[in-house]
T-cell receptor
Framework: KAGVTQTPRYLIKTRGQQVTLSCSPI?????VSWYQQTPGQGLQFLFE???????NKGNFPGRFSGRQFSNSRSEMNVSTLELGDSALYLC????????????FGSGTQLSVL | QKEVEQNSGPLSVPEGAIASLNCTYS??????FFWYRQYSGKSPELIMS????GDKEDGRFTAQLNKASQYVSLLIRDSQPSDSATYLC?????????????FGIGTKLQVIP
């Protein structure tokens, strides 16, 4: 069974640009969560999607958005990039909403210059 | 007070010793607790879950939970250099009517040969 797939693996952007990250969950998993990981803050919850609906959102500005498609694949978008958005963005899938066993992808390392 | 607190370390132990990793959490009604292991440059992977007070053993790993003290710990017996990683404590917290998996900053463990 394939694991969680995130693309791209690395991204370099400049301030003011926007970026879209993609996540394909494990086959059969319907819940997708996104996390931002930085050395100083650790793993910070961004949002969770289940059945194409955002079910929960963390304390991030509106520049961070996401969506989930009918095949459970998810994308997150960050607009008007800031230097502080440089981080590892991790996607995690789980079998169902409320299933707390998270399976993480390899992440997208975003660098904002 | 952070919702999930861990000492970031590093915690250094000699090979063969017991490593003790600790975590406290703020939400008294939390019922689900997890330990994830993250090797450098890799994504987190679930290694233990615990839901009831007391100890839960899995091989060399023992998770301990004390809900009255809002404290969860992970013991690694006979520590090996391959155990060197960052250990993330995760708790299901209630936030605005929703449940979300909230992570501590992680404790970096170094096992010295």
């Amino acid at each position: 069974k394939a694991g969680v797939t995130q693309t791209p693996r690395y991204l370099i952007k400049t301030r003011g640009q926007q970026v879209t990250l993609s996540c394909s969950p494990i086959s059969g998993h319907r819940s997708v969560s996104w996390y931002q990981q930085t050395p100083g803050q650790g793993l910070q919850f961004l949002f969770e999607y289940f059945s194409e609906t955002q079910r929960n959102k963390g304390n991030f500005p509106g520049r961070f958005s996401g969506r989930q498609f009918s095949n459970s694949r998810s994308e997150m978008n960050v607009s008007t990039l800031e230097l502080g958005d440089s981080a590892l963005y991790l996607c995690a899938s789980s079998l169902a909403r409320g299933d707390e066993k998270l399976f993480f992808g390899s992440g997208t390392q975003l660098s904002v210059l | 007070q952070k919702e999930v607190e861990q000492n970031s370390g590093p915690l250094s132990v000699p090979e063969g010793a017991i490593a003790s990793l600790n975590c406290t959490y703020s939400d008294r009604v939390s019922q689900s607790f997890f330990w994830y292991r993250q090797y450098s440059g890799k994504s987190p992977e679930l290694i233990m879950s615990i839901y009831s007070n007391g100890d839960k053993e899995d091989g060399r790993f023992t998770a301990q939970l004390n809900k009255a003290s809002q404290y969860v710990s992970l013991l690694i017996r006979d520590s090996q250099p391959s155990d060197s990683a960052t250990y993330l404590c995760a708790v299901i917290l209630n936030s605005g009517g929703y449940q979300k998996v909230t992570f501590g900053i992680g404790t970096k463990l170094q096992v010295i040969p």
